[in-house]
């Protein structure tokens, strides 16, 4: 038997070059279904990336705030900084600059409070309170604890946290 008995005549041959447009369109779709779930769940890691930072900040104010206190003795008893203390000052007590800096941003993002009652600090803010024994802000020196808060991106949630002594 011949084997060429059985092949089509060239004439009659279809050659297909490229992709229809259905081809074309589901692979659109599927490249875009793809790209959005990148892009969501990238959104969501970035928040829980500037959640731990804000948190490895805040620990590394505490430690600087506590150290503060143990080193700064005043006449009357040892003291964390008052609300008359400015930004650049805190800066200095904090001996990690980069710590008072909010992820994403440049600058110092330490707000001092001379209010009390709970604050709702933004995403590019710590807020520093210091406060007497009372609970009401400590203005001068001595200062016998304080509070820090901040936000948490991914959660929407002001966290509070509070210096190590409670007198």
Do not use: W
């Not at 060239?10 to 589901?26: C, P």
């Not at 490895?56 to 008893?77: C, M, N």
């Not at 600090?121 to 802000?137: C, E, K, M, R």
């Amino acid at each position: 038997m011949n084997r060429y008995l059985y092949t089509k005549p060239s004439s009659t041959r279809v050659l297909r070059r490229g992709f229809t447009i259905l081809e074309l369109v589901v692979i659109i779709t599927v490249l875009g279904i793809i790209t959005g779930i990148v892009v969501i769940s990238s959104v969501g890691y970035r928040n829980r990336a500037s959640d731990s930072e804000r948190v490895s900040d805040v620990e590394v104010i505490t430690r600087s705030l506590e150290r503060y206190y143990r080193t700064r003795p005043v006449s009357s008893g040892a003291t964390y900084p008052d609300a008359s203390t400015t930004t650049a000052a805190f800066e200095t007590i904090v001996d990690e600059s980069d710590a008072t800096k909010a992820p994403g941003q440049t600058t110092n993002s330490i707000t001092i409070t001379n209010t009390a009652g709970n604050k709702t600090p933004t995403i590019a803010q710590y807020v520093y309170q210091p406060l007497n024994v009372d609970g009401t802000i400590c203005t001068t020196a001595p200062c016998a604890r304080y509070k820090l808060f901040y936000h948490l991106d991914s959660t929407d949630v002001v966290v509070t946290k509070d210096s190590l002594r409670q007198q």
